[in-house]
């Protein structure tokens, strides 16, 4: 006989993980107990040393489906006390923190089929959940992850619920939000002046959804906007209502078969739309043209039902509904009742609220799918606060992100927490949210930061917080190029430490000589960073406001390419300001390039959202082969785009599609970059390629470019835990500063 304590770290809490213990310790003669505690579970077990070992083996090979053991450690104990059975104890407080918290979980089978089940006591009960599935980081408080510090400690366990909670047998045995209609939360409607209006709430919203009225509905990380979505009419009234131009719309749709009605599903896409975390995915439209007013592009996001209640809400009868969230003005998410009655009169003609308070609020998560692999683009709800594993452990920092996209990173040993989607901050609301949300995450993850690292630019909101916070703190401050926190957040997101070749293209970054930077090819590692290529910089004309009137942008490159702009607005005023250089901004971003083509074509002149030309000159692109003529010369190496500009010109006037003008210009930049990659290797040896930056948010370039490296025998790396836009750069600001301060 011996004794043996047992600790095992992962996401080991909310999951079912102590039930699965129980029934497996029965296989064995074994006997102890097990708790929760703030590092993971603990068990002291008793038993032969084989049966011991046995079960430690079966533990990660059973373990239920939302279960992640990152470690099993075992120890053996002096002398065995004799104990009599296996018992589950209280939870212990300790003041190291280490569990690791699930994210939200769509609702599973089992419950799903006990919600349309009229026998069932929880028939159409809008927050049946069990141990396998339900809310979980939105709910919590504090950790250890107990009902007594979630939103659930509001409402006590009525009997037939306390019952299964203490029932070692039920699908409920310490599911934590547990729940029923006599014990639980209750949905509620109200009218546009937020009224309550009695009578099944579900079906209030139903029959308002239906006659094409716009629904404010409280959902698990907040509250969304939703409303038919094949009224034309009416997604330009919720576009007016929301001030939402041309930003694409979300949808929902009723299951996969509805959503092949509208769009092209790959098998692996149904994967994902069918996975656990239920993110929007992006899907090519059944036909181009279709659902114009939903999106104005290609692809339209589409997700699955993921709470009872938006099973509930699509009945049998709806198919699909825009689901956007509900906010205001480029603010966070609205996720309380009152907020969102106050802020949403006027918008919203009804309300679906309830009365389940959301802790921490989080955006529906958006990825696309490629060749089988992942790729984010907003991480959050159903990914969050899941974290990044390194294989190296590091310090305990901060990273503060960049500002369009904004995101942060805490870390602590071997894993990098990255926030939810937080949006851009531009506004103090958005700030209070990112202020708050980095109290929280370091609350839930015990982390007290060393050190701070943010972006260099003096101007960002993030920076400000954080040189702000470093001296209030007195703890090391460190601010890193844009750019090379993009490569580092790829290279980290595949586990590389080592020298890369890093091709990192977005819209705008503060780059070393204070100019903006965006077209970059890198070369380095954690340590720095050589500038070995750009793109040819583009003179802003006024500065931002290049960034919408794309014309400005477009008279700057035919000019530099000696064309005429006489057809464009207020050229002359444009010519005098390049001539004087009067507010007229360097960029090398790459993002300003697509905008400029963009505009060129007439595909767009002015933009609404930040990357939209470049997303409509994407979506515009047909096939065609070649490329258009460029030159690369000097240090940095530099692309020249005046001799493509002069071609795509010609083209256009000799009546050349516009389709395959755009394809030949994507083309054109994969040929850049191949050249560059290869010059780049020339020069240093090095064969590993990374990718990263908002502009690799480009589905024709990353079906192509990776292929054509590849042929040239490089290994090429892409995003797939993190995002390659700006809100996945706090990780590769975490790698740096941790090199920094070594
Ligand atoms: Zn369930
Ligand atoms: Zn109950
Ligand atoms: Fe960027």
């Given at each position: 006989?011996?004794?043996?304590?047992?600790?095992?770290?992962?996401i080991?809490?909310?999951?079912g993980?102590?039930?699965?213990?129980?029934?497996?310790?029965?296989?064995?003669?074994?006997?102890?107990?097990?708790?929760?505690?703030?590092?993971g579970v603990?068990?002291?077990?008793?038993?032969?040393?084989?049966?011991?070992?046995?079960f430690v083996?079966?533990i990660?090979?059973?373990?239920?489906?939302?279960?992640?053991?990152?470690?099993?450690?075992?120890?053996?104990?002096?002398?065995?006390?004799?104990?009599?059975?296996f018992?589950?104890?209280?939870s212990?407080?300790?003041?190291?923190?280490?569990?690791?918290i699930s994210?939200?979980?769509?609702?599973?089978?089992?419950?799903?089929?006990?919600?349309?089940?009229?026998?069932?006591?929880?028939?159409?009960?809008?927050?049946?959940?069990?141990?396998?599935?339900?809310?979980?980081?939105?709910?919590?408080?504090?950790?250890?992850?107990?009902?007594?510090?979630?939103?659930?400690?509001?409402f006590?366990?009525?009997?037939?619920?306390?019952?299964?909670?203490g029932?070692?047998?039920?699908?409920?045995?310490?599911?934590?939000?547990?729940c029923?209609?006599?014990?639980?939360?209750?949905?509620?409607?109200?009218?546009?002046?937020?009224?309550?209006?009695?009578?099944?709430?579900i079906?209030?919203?139903?029959k308002?959804?239906?006659?094409?009225?716009?629904?404010?509905?409280?959902?698990l990380?907040?509250?969304?906007?939703?409303?038919?979505?094949d009224?034309?009419?009416?997604t330009?009234?919720?576009?007016?209502?929301?001030?939402?131009?041309e930003?694409?719309?979300?949808?929902?749709?009723?299951?996969?078969?509805?959503?092949?009605?509208?769009?092209?599903?790959s098998?692996?896409?149904?994967?994902?739309l069918?996975?656990?975390k239920?993110?929007?995915?992006?899907?090519?439209?059944?036909?181009?043209?279709?659902?114009?007013?939903?999106?104005?592009?290609?692809?339209?996001?589409?997700?699955?039902?993921?709470?009872?209640?938006?099973?509930?809400?699509?009945g049998e009868?709806?198919?699909?509904?825009i689901?956007?969230?509900?906010?205001l003005s480029d603010?966070?998410?609205?996720?309380?009742?009152t907020?969102?009655?106050?802020?949403?009169?006027?918008?919203?003609?009804?309300?679906?609220?309830?009365?389940?308070e959301?802790?921490s609020?989080?955006?529906?998560s958006?990825i696309?799918?490629?060749?089988?692999?992942?790729?984010?683009?907003?991480?959050?709800r159903?990914?969050?606060?899941?974290?990044v594993?390194?294989?190296?452990?590091?310090?305990?920092i901060?990273?503060?992100g960049?500002?369009?996209?904004?995101?942060?990173?805490?870390?602590?040993?071997?894993?990098?927490?990255?926030?939810?989607?937080?949006?851009?901050?531009?506004?103090?609301?958005t700030?209070?949210?990112y202020e708050?949300?980095?109290?929280?995450?370091?609350?839930?993850?015990d982390?007290?930061?060393?050190?701070?690292?943010?972006?260099?630019?003096?101007?960002?909101?993030?920076?400000?917080?954080?040189?702000e916070?470093?001296?209030?703190?007195?703890i090391?401050?460190?601010?890193v190029?844009h750019h090379?926190a993009?490569?580092a957040?790829?290279?980290?997101?595949?586990g590389?430490?080592?020298?890369?070749?890093?091709?990192?293209?977005?819209?705008?970054?503060y780059?070393?000589?204070?100019?903006?930077w965006?077209g970059?090819?890198?070369?380095?590692?954690?340590?720095?960073f050589?500038?070995?290529?750009?793109?040819?910089?583009?003179?802003?004309?006024?500065?931002?406001?290049?960034?919408?009137?794309?014309?400005?942008?477009?008279?700057a490159?035919?000019?530099?390419?000696?064309?005429?702009?006489?057809?464009?607005?207020?050229?002359?005023?444009?010519?005098?300001?390049?001539?004087?250089g009067?507010?007229?901004?360097?960029?090398?971003?790459m993002?300003?390039?697509?905008?400029?083509?963009?505009?060129?074509?007439?595909?767009?002149?002015?933009?609404?959202?930040?990357?939209?030309?470049?997303?409509?000159?994407?979506?515009?692109?047909?096939?065609?082969?070649?490329?258009?003529?460029?030159?690369l010369?000097?240090?940095?190496?530099?692309?020249?785009w005046?001799?493509?500009?002069?071609?795509?010109?010609?083209e256009?006037?000799?009546?050349?599609?516009?389709?395959?003008?755009?394809?030949?210009?994507?083309?054109?930049l994969?040929?850049?970059?191949r050249?560059?990659?290869l010059?780049?290797?020339?020069?240093?040896?090095?064969?590993?390629?990374?990718?990263?930056?908002?502009?690799?948010?480009?589905?024709?370039?990353?079906?192509?470019?990776?292929?054509?490296?590849?042929?040239?025998?490089?290994?090429?790396?892409?995003?797939?835990r993190v995002s390659?836009?700006d809100?996945?750069?706090?990780?590769?600001?975490?790698?740096?500063?941790?090199?920094?301060?070594?």
């Open positions: 006989m011996e004794r043996a304590l047992l600790k095992i770290h992962g080991v809490q909310g999951v993980f102590r039930p699965f213990i129980h029934k497996l310790v029965g296989d064995y003669a074994l006997a102890g107990y097990i708790k929760n505690s703030s590092s603990v068990m002291e077990l008793e038993g032969s040393r084989e049966d011991l070992e046995r083996a079966d990660p090979e059973k373990a239920p489906g939302l279960a992640f053991i990152e470690k099993i450690e075992l120890k053996f104990l002096s002398e065995p006390v004799g104990y009599k059975g018992e589950i104890r209280k212990l407080v300790e003041d190291k923190r280490n569990t690791l994210p939200d979980v769509c609702i599973c089978e089992d419950c799903l089929r006990e919600l349309f089940d009229p026998a069932d006591r929880r028939y159409r009960y809008p927050f049946i959940n069990c141990t396998n599935c339900g809310p979980r980081f939105t709910i919590v408080k504090d950790i250890p992850y107990d009902r007594a510090k979630t939103s659930m400690s509001e006590p366990m009525c009997s037939d619920c306390e019952k299964e909670y029932d070692i047998e039920n699908r409920r045995y310490h599911a934590q939000p547990d029923c209609g006599d014990c639980g939360p209750r949905v509620f409607y109200l009218d546009k002046d937020g009224v309550e209006i009695p009578g099944d709430a079906e209030l919203a139903r308002a959804l239906k006659a094409g009225k716009i629904v404010a509905i409280k959902g990380g907040g509250v969304h906007l939703a409303c038919r979505c009224d034309a009419a009416l330009q009234e919720l576009r007016r209502r929301k001030h939402r131009d930003k694409p719309f979300a949808l929902m749709c009723r299951d996969v078969e509805a959503v092949r009605g509208l769009c092209h599903v098998e692996d896409e149904e994967k994902a069918l996975s656990h239920r993110p929007i995915v992006l899907l090519k439209k059944r036909e181009k043209g279709s659902l114009s007013h939903v999106s104005e592009n290609g692809y339209v996001g589409v997700m699955l039902p993921y709470t009872p209640l938006h099973y509930l809400l699509m009868d709806i198919d699909a509904l689901m956007t969230s509900a906010n603010c966070p998410i609205i996720f309380k009742n907020e969102a009655v106050e802020k949403l009169t006027g918008i919203a003609d009804g309300f679906l609220l309830n009365n389940r959301i802790q609020r989080c955006d529906d958006l696309w799918v490629l060749n089988g692999r992942e790729y984010p683009v907003r991480r959050s159903g990914y969050v606060p899941y974290p594993r390194l294989d190296a452990a590091v310090d305990e901060l990273a503060c960049a500002e369009q996209k904004a995101s942060f990173c805490l870390s602590r040993g071997n894993y990098v927490f990255p926030s939810a989607h937080i949006g851009d901050l531009k506004n103090l609301e700030l209070e949210n708050g949300q980095i109290s929280h995450f370091q609350r839930l993850f982390v007290k930061p060393k050190a701070i690292v943010c972006d260099m630019h003096p101007d960002y909101m993030s920076t400000r917080y954080a040189t916070r470093s001296e209030a703190e007195g090391p401050l460190i601010q190029q090379h993009h490569m957040a790829c290279m980290a997101d595949n590389l430490d080592k020298p890369v070749i890093g091709l990192i293209w977005d819209g705008t970054g780059g070393t000589d204070g100019s903006i965006g970059e090819c890198l070369i380095g590692d954690y340590e720095g050589e500038r070995f290529g750009s793109i040819l910089p583009i003179p802003l004309i006024g500065g931002d406001k290049a960034a919408k009137e794309l014309e400005r942008i477009s008279f490159l035919l000019d530099a390419a000696g064309l005429d702009t006489g057809h464009i607005e207020n050229a002359p005023m444009y010519k005098i300001m390049l001539e004087k009067f507010n007229c901004p360097l960029s090398s971003g993002g300003r390039l697509f905008d400029g083509v963009a505009a060129i074509l007439g595909i767009k002149k002015r933009a609404s959202y930040e990357g939209q030309g470049a997303v409509l000159l994407e979506a515009a692109a047909t096939e065609a082969e070649g490329f258009y003529p460029f030159e010369s000097g240090s940095p190496l530099r692309f020249d005046r001799e493509m500009i002069r071609t795509i010109v010609r256009r006037h000799e009546g050349i599609p516009t389709g395959e003008i755009c394809a030949r210009f994507l083309n054109t994969m040929e850049m970059a050249r560059m990659c010059a780049a290797r020339a020069e240093s040896g090095i064969n590993d390629v990374v990718l990263s930056g908002g502009s690799f948010q480009n589905m024709y370039i990353m079906e192509r470019l990776p292929e054509l490296l590849r042929r040239e025998g490089f290994q090429v790396w892409t995003h797939s390659t836009n809100e996945g750069l706090s990780l590769g600001q975490i790698m740096l500063a941790q090199a920094a301060l070594k």
